[in-house]
């Protein structure tokens, strides 16, 4: 994650602390020679919230449109491959850790994109001991439980058993790379934010 991208991400979290906000993550996914991936994150897209629910966000396909065509514009200007790797959302006044429907969400992304990373920015939460502010981020995946249930019922179709199976959690690796400047399109993200929800 570059700096430029997390503060682009952490500047969008602290624009309400009444309901969460969401984005996606623009970048690449490179594999290493052990297998493992590595996703680096080098912009950003906003969404507006479609969900009127305040601990909910949506990411609708409009959104993932215009967000494809951004990560497209970058991917001109930057000289390489640039697509939505990701999703960010705030937490306000909550912990860090994702919900069950985080970790839903992000098991239903990661079918479509097995690199596909999630990160949650926890803000507007007291530090008991120093009573300062503390934000957190965290970055994370879904992994299905295995489950030895052996449902052989022949009448469910796929989707049920899709919403019946459990995931868990799991976490990934964050580094924040230093970068020297803060890019202008990431400087007119940061400059154009708003109120999240009219």
Same mark, same amino acid.
């Given at each position: 994650?570059?700096?430029?991208?997390?503060?682009?991400?952490?500047? %969008?979290? *602290?624009?309400? /602390?009444?309901? /969460? !906000?969401?984005?996606?993550?623009? &970048?690449?996914?490179?594999?290493?020679? #052990? &297998?493992? *991936? !590595?996703?680096?994150? !080098?912009?950003?897209?906003?969404?507006?919230?479609?969900?009127?629910?305040?601990?909910?966000? +949506?990411?609708?396909?409009?959104?993932?449109?215009?967000?494809?065509? +951004?990560?497209?514009? *970058?991917?001109?200007?930057?000289? %390489?491959?640039?697509? !939505?790797? &990701?999703?960010?959302?705030?937490?306000?006044? @909550?912990? =860090?850790?994702?919900?069950?429907? #985080?970790?839903?969400?992000?098991?239903? %992304?990661?079918?479509?994109?097995?690199?596909?990373?999630?990160?949650?920015?926890?803000?507007?939460?007291?530090? +008991?001991?120093?009573?300062? &502010?503390?934000? /957190? =981020?965290?970055?994370?995946?879904?992994? +299905?439980?295995?489950?030895?249930?052996?449902?052989?019922?022949?009448?469910?179709? %796929?989707?049920?058993? =899709?919403?019946?199976?459990?995931?868990?959690?799991?976490?990934?690796?964050?580094?924040? =790379?230093?970068?020297? @400047?803060?890019?202008?399109?990431?400087?007119?993200?940061?400059?154009?934010?708003? /109120?999240?929800?009219?």
């Amino acid at each position: 994650l570059t700096t430029d991208s997390f503060l682009a991400c952490l500047s %969008y979290a *602290l624009t309400t /602390e009444k309901e /969460e !906000v969401m984005g996606l993550l623009l &970048g690449d996914i490179s594999q290493n020679n #052990d &297998g493992s *991936l !590595v996703s680096t994150i !080098v912009g950003i897209s906003i969404l507006e919230r479609s969900d009127k629910r305040k601990d909910r966000v +949506e990411i609708s396909p409009e959104q993932l449109t215009c967000a494809s065509k +951004e990560a497209e514009i *970058l991917s001109q200007d930057l000289g %390489y491959n640039i697509r !939505v790797i &990701g999703w960010f959302h705030s937490h306000p006044h @909550i912990t =860090v850790l994702p919900s069950h429907v #985080d970790v839903r969400t992000q098991a239903s %992304y990661q079918m479509l994109d097995p690199g596909f990373i999630g990160l949650i920015f926890s803000c507007f939460n007291n530090d +008991e001991s120093s009573n300062r &502010g503390r934000i /957190e =981020v965290i970055a994370f995946q879904s992994m +299905e439980i295995n489950q030895n249930n052996n449902n052989n019922n022949k009448n469910n179709s %796929y989707m049920q058993d =899709v919403i019946q199976t459990k995931f868990e959690q799991i976490d990934v690796p964050l580094n924040i =790379v230093r970068t020297p @400047i803060i890019s202008p399109r990431l400087l007119e993200k940061i400059a154009s934010i708003q /109120e999240p929800l009219s």
